[in-house]
């Protein structure tokens, strides 16, 4: 009976540890105006599997049309200083970033004020805001979800986001 359960719940771990490495752990950060900036988020891939849209893998969220932004738990935005993102003030602190992507080649960024939740609950209520994201075509397929940070000088940097045939840019600006 003891070696069923050891195998049991070496399974369970192998099988849980699986999963988490289909979207490993990520984290982009820059330094901005002298202030450290960072997104913590897990990275699914693409897989063979088309993402947005009408039957996309993102439409069976419960939360869609409003994305995680990544995999596993809600993507996390850290900051050391207050910013202007796209427009919208954001108070230095740790926050919750989601993407509204309805329509595949619109998205809105969404900052929220709700923190370490898992990826499939989104509380509208808890919304700092949203911005427009300037949008792209990469040159080709981005396999792996990717953020970037950079720093552009004089205080601004930008937030890129790339996934499948989608880039997604906002601007950042340290107050």
């Known amino acids: 009976m003891r070696r069923q359960l050891v195998t049991a719940a070496l399974l369970a771990l192998t099988f849980t540890g699986a999963a988490f490495a289909?979207?490993?752990?990520?984290?982009?950060?820059?330094?901005?105006?002298?202030?450290?900036?960072?997104?913590?988020?897990?990275?699914?891939?693409?897989?063979?599997?088309?993402?947005?849209g009408d039957g996309g893998l993102l439409s069976r969220d419960p939360t869609y049309p409003a994305w995680r932004a990544g995999a596993n738990a809600a993507t996390t935005f850290r900051t050391d200083a207050a910013l202007d993102v796209g427009g919208l003030d954001v108070p230095a602190g740790v926050h919750t970033l989601y993407a509204w992507v309805k329509n595949p080649d619109q998205w809105d960024l969404i900052i929220s004020r709700e923190k370490g939740q898992w990826g499939l609950?989104?509380?509208?209520?808890?919304?700092?805001?949203?911005?427009?994201?300037?949008?792209?075509?990469?040159?080709?397929?981005?396999?792996?979800?990717?953020?970037?940070?950079?720093?552009?000088?004089?205080?601004?940097?930008?937030?890129?986001?790339e996934w499948e045939h989608h880039v997604a840019t906002v601007p950042i600006h340290v107050k």
């Not at 984290?27 to 913590?40: D, F, P, R």
């Not at 989104?122 to 040159?139: E, F, H, I, Q, W």
């Not at 979800?145 to 601004?156: F, R």
Request: hydrophobic letters at 35%; zero cysteines; charged letters at 20%.
């Open 22 to 52: 289909q979207s490993p752990p990520a984290t982009a950060s820059a330094t901005i105006g002298g202030k450290a900036i960072k997104v913590q988020y897990s990275a699914p891939s693409v897989r063979g599997r088309k993402i947005f």
């Open 121 to 161: 609950t989104y509380n509208p209520n808890a919304d700092l805001g949203r911005v427009k994201m300037t949008m792209s075509k990469p040159a080709a397929l981005v396999e792996t979800l990717k953020y970037t940070l950079t720093d552009k000088g004089s205080g601004a940097g930008e937030l890129r986001l």
